[in-house]
């Protein structure tokens, strides 16, 4: 009886099971909330926002430093070689 019971449940398990649980988490993914342009154009105006703000606090420090020479920045800002206005 288990000669016969165990390849059974090994080859259900292989072709039903198995396949099902890969779709299943196919449609999972694909019934996952994407990102709209809508939210996309957000970020993106985010991302400027942030740029520019940074770049103020950069000019206020800059001045600040002018004024006291004494004065150290919190944390020291690194340039990038790449450019932030690139998309992917």
């Known amino acids: ?5 165990v390849p059974i449940l090994v080859c259900g398990m292989l072709f039903i099971g ?4 890969i779709f ?3 449609t999972k993914w694909k019934q996952a909330p994407k990102i709209t342009d809508e939210d ?7 991302h ?6 940074e770049e103020r606090l950069q000019t ?3 001045i600040i430093a002018a004024d006291n ?4 920045p919190a944390r020291q800002i690194e340039s990038d070689d790449y450019s ?5």
């Open 1 to 5: 009886m288990e000669d016969v019971l």
């Open 18 to 21: 198995m396949p099902w649980l």
């Open 24 to 26: 299943h988490y196919i």
């Open 40 to 46: 996309e154009k957000l970020l993106d105006d985010m």
């Open 48 to 53: 400027v926002l942030a740029r520019r703000l």
């Open 60 to 62: 206020v420090e800059r």
């Open 69 to 72: 020479p004494d004065f150290r």
């Open 84 to 88: 932030f206005d690139r998309r992917n």
